[in-house]
Every structure is written in C-alpha cells, then in structure tokens.
C-alpha cells in the first residue's frame, strides 16, 4: 500500500468509527463526565432573559385563578383538564386526538425548519441543568478547570464542604421543581394542603414529592445530558427530521478549512480561519465538537457560537464561523428557502389548526342528547292521549352544578320526567327517561317533529330537535 492509500484508509476508518460511540462515553462503556468551560456572549446573555421569563412562568402559572378555579390543571388522574381557564374532560377526547396531531406536526414542522431551536431554548431539561444547577455548581466549585482539580484531589474538609454544599442545594432545587410540576397535575391548593397538615394525613402525597425529587436530582446532579441523548424521543427523532436545509448550529467548513492553529505574524492565505483553539469544544455541555457536523448530542446550547465568536474578535476575523445556518446555505451560498417538505408540512398544519379552531369555537358548556328509547314506537294513554319515552343523555362541561327542567316548546302536551328531579354535576355525564304525552286530535301526521327545550331557572341552555311518532289517523277520524 502506498502512502496516499494507507492515509486514505485510515480516515475511512477513522470516517467508519466516528458515530459508532457517543461523544460522552468511553470506548469500554464508561461514562466520560463533561466540564464544560464557563459559557459567556450574546447568545448566552439572551438564553438567560429567556430563562428567566421561562422559568417564571412556570412558577407562576399554578397560582393564577379564574373564577376560583386554576387558569391550567393537568388532572390526569380524574382525567380534568383546564387550559386557559377552560375545563375540558374525558367528553372532549376528539379535540385532545386533533391537538396532539397538530402538535406532532407542528413539531415535525418547527424542527424540519428550525433544527432543534426548542431544546437550546426552551426545553425544561436544558434550561434547569444550564441555567439553575451548572450556574450553582460553577458558584460552589468554579469554572472547568477547578472542577477537574476538585474531583482529583483527595478528600479535605473544604472538598467535602463544597460537595455537601452543593448537593444540598441541589436536592432542595429538585424538591421544589417536584412540587412546581405536582401544583399543574393537583392544583396549588391541594399542593398547599399537603404541605401544611400533619404529614400523616397526605402519606401518598408525601411519597410522591420525595420519589420526583428523588429522580429530579438524580438527572441534574449526575445524569444530565444523557436524558437528551439517550432517553428524549424528540433528540433521537432529529435524524430524521432534519435536512440540509434546516437552521441548526454548524461550523462553517467551507470557511474554516484547513484549519491549524494560529501563528504570529501569519497571514491568512492558503488555510482556513479556524485556528485549532478548542474554545467551541471546551465550552461543549454535551462533551462533542462542533467542527465533526450535526450530531446526535447537539442541543443547540450555543455556546460554541459564543465561545468561536470571541476567538474570531480576538484575532480580526469576521464572527460567526460557528452560526446558525443551513448547510447548504454554507455550501451553496444559497439563500435560505421554504423547502417543498416546509410548504406540506405548513399546509397539514395549517388544515388541522383550522379544524381545531373551528371545533374549539362551537364547543358549547352543554352536550345533550335525546333519542326515542329503542324498540318502542307509542303508546296509548288514557283521555285520548298517545306518549313517546325518551332517553336523555346530558354532558355538563362547566365548574357548576345545574339543576334543569325540560319543557316542549313547540306543541301544547305534557313532559313527564321518569325518577327524581335532573342536578348535573360540574363535570357531570347524567342520563335519564321522560314521557311525552299529547292529545290524538293534535296530531294529523305519523311522525311529528318536536322541540324540547333544556332549562336551568328561566334560562334556555339548549333546544334539542326531535320527532314525535303517533298511530295514522283512519279516514273515518
Ligand atoms: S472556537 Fe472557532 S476557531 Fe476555535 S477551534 Fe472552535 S471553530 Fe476553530
Ligand atoms: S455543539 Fe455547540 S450548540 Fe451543540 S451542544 Fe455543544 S456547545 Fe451547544
């Protein structure tokens, strides 16, 4: 083999062996924990009032009330929804099927276009271990390097001192996290509740909080940034769902190559403008460098935009060797387009936003339903009367209870409910029976359409259509 080709076999093997193992484990399956470098620049300053915006929402949300009741509640357990105010039940499953279907697309959409924006941005996961646990653990034990030292020196009071400190604060951040996200599935007033009588009255409650610290420290102390390459559905999906044209965070290879590092009074002919520095690598959350392309563990963090940024200033080179582009508007230097996959995503998305919209629109507090009681067609009463039996199903969306009265609007006969008097439960499914009874001489045709009216007090809440069926009149009548 000559040179060239042993050169050339040994990158294609190198090229073979790249994706074969994560950036953050070792090639016997050990885990390589990551130090990453202190990130500092625009983008880091923009994520932290992002945040913080974020972070305070999310703090905020549970004690916001509408009418006494929460403005969002994820009740999964008695399957109780309020978004926005409004209640939604186990009666409003179709709008929750088109929900998620518009969800996944809009996902599928937003990252076919944008990358994985989200997870730099506003994923949970990223801003708690960015910008609440490693902002402590570069306060207790310093930047990277102190951290390196730290772990290897031997065990001293201010070593056990500043591990216990830290751990401490991040067990009680994890307890409050596990309680922020218990308030949105049983509401701040129970939440307060279990805080504050005696423990042994919320046992189950109890178990819960500590089990969701528990597991809430385990990730940001010491699982990190595993959760997003190993265990998030949406990071492993980005194989797919990226192209060539999606916006990611890259290394501009056409500009940056051949890349060696940087001599005094060189020029910058003849190489690239990446200088071997290793800022990018160094301030990596997630352990890779940027310069090997779109990778799995890439959550968009943006520090290596920061950290290339203020190398390019340093040596007078045009920022933004790191930036979010597309790659082919670095190859090609084209502009960026709507990709035909963009439009058919847009126009799907746009159909079931529209469905939904419309759907949310004429969604009323009340569903009712009356049909004729299957298998019977009328009867004859007494005094010339004929009756029909009715079933009656009554669907109650709102937080109140209702008691109601049936009325015939349309024609002069009787309504006679069968069992006691109808109250709907706020949230309640009620189903009943009632007789309508009318005169024979009122009816001339076999089916006679009638209209019954739903109220509570004097207030009319609905009006169901339905038929009323009567024996033929004999010509002698
Ligand atoms: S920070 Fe920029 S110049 Fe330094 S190694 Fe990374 S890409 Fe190259
Ligand atoms: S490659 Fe850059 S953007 Fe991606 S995770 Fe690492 S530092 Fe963040």
């Given at each position: 083999?000559?040179?060239?080709?042993?050169?050339?076999?040994?990158?294609?093997?190198?090229?073979?062996?790249?994706?074969?193992?994560?950036?953050?484990?070792?090639?016997?399956?050990?885990?390589?924990?990551?130090?990453?470098?202190?990130?500092?620049?625009?983008?880091?300053?923009?994520?932290?009032?992002?945040?913080?915006?974020?972070?305070?929402?999310?703090?905020l949300t549970p004690l916001l009330k509408i009418n006494g009741h929460p403005f969002m509640l994820f009740d999964f357990l008695n399957r109780k929804f309020i978004l926005f105010g409004i209640l939604f039940g186990p009666h409003d499953f179709h709008l929750l099927v088109i929900a998620m279907?518009?969800?996944?697309?809009?996902?599928?959409?937003?990252?076919?276009?944008?990358?994985?924006?989200?997870?730099?941005?506003?994923?949970?996961?990223?801003?708690?271990?960015?910008?609440?646990?490693?902002?402590?653990?570069?306060?207790?034990?310093?930047?990277?390097?102190?951290?390196?030292?730290?772990?290897?020196?031997?065990?001293?009071?201010?070593?056990?001192?500043?591990?216990?400190?830290?751990?401490?604060?991040?067990?009680?951040?994890?307890?409050?996290?596990?309680?922020?996200f218990l308030s949105y599935i049983i509401g701040i007033d129970e939440l307060l509740k279990i805080i504050t009588d005696?423990?042994?009255e919320h046992?189950q409650g109890?178990?819960a909080?500590?089990?969701?610290?528990?597991?809430?420290?385990?990730?940001?102390?010491?699982?990190?940034?595993?959760?997003?390459?190993?265990?998030?559905?949406?990071?492993?999906?980005?194989?797919?769902?990226?192209?060539?044209?999606?916006?990611?965070?890259?290394?501009?290879?056409?500009?940056?190559?051949?890349?060696?590092?940087?001599?005094?009074?060189?020029?910058?002919?003849?190489?690239?403008?990446?200088?071997?520095?290793?800022?990018?690598?160094?301030?990596?959350?997630?352990?890779?460098?940027?310069?090997?392309?779109?990778?799995?563990?890439?959550?968009?963090?943006?520090?290596?935009?920061?950290?290339?940024?203020?190398?390019?200033?340093?040596?007078?080179?045009?920022?933004?060797?790191?930036?979010?582009?597309?790659?082919?508007?670095?190859?090609?230097?084209?502009?960026?387009?709507?990709?035909?996959?963009?439009?058919?995503?847009?126009?799907?998305?746009?159909?079931?936003?529209?469905?939904l919209?419309?759907l949310l629109l004429n969604r009323t507090d009340f569903s009712v339903t009356i049909l004729?009681?299957?298998?019977?067609?009328?009867?004859?009463?007494?005094?010339?009367?004929?009756?029909?039996?009715y079933d009656l199903n009554m669907v109650n969306k709102t937080f109140n209870e209702i008691p109601v009265t049936l009325k015939?609007?349309?024609?002069?006969?009787?309504l006679?409910l069968i069992g006691k008097d109808i109250v709907m439960e706020p949230q309640g499914n009620i189903d009943s029976k009632f007789?309508?009874?009318?005169?024979?001489?009122?009816?001339?045709?076999?089916?006679?359409?009638?209209?019954i009216g739903i109220y509570n007090g004097d207030k009319l809440i609905k009006k169901v259509?339905?038929?009323?069926?009567?024996?033929?009149?004999?010509?002698?009548?």
């Amino acid at each position: 083999m000559n040179e060239e080709t042993i050169e050339q076999q040994l990158y294609d093997d190198e090229a073979e062996t790249f994706r074969n193992q994560l950036a953050t484990v070792t090639a016997e399956g050990k885990r390589k924990w990551v130090y990453p470098k202190k990130p500092s620049g625009r983008f880091h300053k923009a994520r932290i009032v992002v945040s913080a915006i974020l972070l305070l929402i999310l703090l905020l949300t549970p004690l916001l009330k509408i009418n006494g009741h929460p403005f969002m509640l994820f009740d999964f357990l008695n399957r109780k929804f309020i978004l926005f105010g409004i209640l939604f039940g186990p009666h409003d499953f179709h709008l929750l099927v088109i929900a998620m279907i518009s969800l996944v697309v809009f996902v599928v959409l937003f990252t076919a276009v944008f990358g994985r924006i989200f997870c730099g941005w506003a994923c949970p996961q990223t801003i708690f271990l960015e910008m609440v646990f490693r902002k402590i653990e570069y306060w207790i034990e310093g930047n990277s390097k102190d951290q390196r030292k730290l772990k290897s020196a031997p065990w001293s009071a201010i070593k056990f001192f500043k591990k216990f400190t830290k751990h401490i604060i991040f067990f009680a951040i994890a307890f409050l996290i596990s309680n922020i996200f218990l308030s949105y599935i049983i509401g701040i007033d129970e939440l307060l509740k279990i805080i504050t009588d005696p423990p042994s009255e919320h046992l189950q409650g109890l178990f819960a909080i500590t089990v969701f610290s528990g597991i809430f420290y385990f990730v940001f102390s010491n699982f990190r940034e595993q959760a997003c390459t190993i265990v998030c559905p949406y990071g492993r999906l980005q194989g797919v769902l990226l192209d060539r044209d999606s916006i990611v965070i890259a290394y501009d290879n056409v500009r940056g190559e051949p890349r060696r590092r940087f001599k005094k009074d060189e020029g910058w002919e003849n190489r690239g403008d990446c200088i071997e520095c290793y800022q990018c690598v160094e301030v990596c959350p997630t352990g890779i460098d940027i310069r090997n392309g779109i990778q799995l563990e890439c959550v968009n963090c943006t520090a290596c935009i920061d950290a290339c940024d203020d190398i390019m200033d340093k040596i007078k080179r045009p920022k933004g060797l790191i930036r979010y582009a597309s790659i082919n508007s670095m190859e090609k230097k084209t502009k960026w387009k709507f990709t035909p996959r963009a439009i058919g995503y847009s126009a799907l998305l746009t159909v079931l936003v529209t469905i939904l919209v419309i759907l949310l629109l004429n969604r009323t507090d009340f569903s009712v339903t009356i049909l004729r009681t299957a298998g019977l067609l009328y009867q004859d009463q007494p005094n010339n009367m004929v009756s029909n039996l009715y079933d009656l199903n009554m669907v109650n969306k709102t937080f109140n209870e209702i008691p109601v009265t049936l009325k015939l609007e349309n024609l002069e006969g009787e309504l006679k409910l069968i069992g006691k008097d109808i109250v709907m439960e706020p949230q309640g499914n009620i189903d009943s029976k009632f007789l309508i009874l009318l005169p024979k001489s009122e009816l001339s045709k076999m089916s006679s359409p009638i209209d019954i009216g739903i109220y509570n007090g004097d207030k009319l809440i609905k009006k169901v259509s339905t038929s009323f069926l009567a024996p033929m009149k004999k010509k002698s009548d």
